[in-house]
């Protein structure tokens, strides 16, 4: 009985170092595919400008909407022209 309790014991021993092992490997394969992640999503970026550079850049300053019914009803004027 003592001599299987011990034989379970270092096989569970091993497998825990084999593990162990996994768990560091795992971790630094993490940790280097974040890295590269976090490039990647930097150069993303920097090439996302560029292309809105390149395109012009568009300002909105103002949106004009037409007027509802309901206002239409009370009698509101137009306060802007839209010309298209």
Do not use: F, S
């Not at 560029?50 to 509802?68: A, F, H, Q, S």
């Amino acid at each position: 009985m003592k001599g299987q309790l011990e034989e379970v014991r270092q096989e569970t021993e091993g497998e825990l170092v084999a593990l162990r092992g996994q768990n560091v490997e795992m971790h630094d394969q993490t940790e280097r595919l974040w890295a590269k992640y976090q490039a990647e999503t930097l150069q993303r970026k920097r090439l996302h400008n560029i292309i809105e550079d390149m395109k012009g850049k568009i300002r909105v300053y103002c949106r004009v909407r037409p007027m509802n019914q309901n206002e239409t009803r009370m009698g509101c004027i137009d306060a802007v022209t839209i010309i298209d």
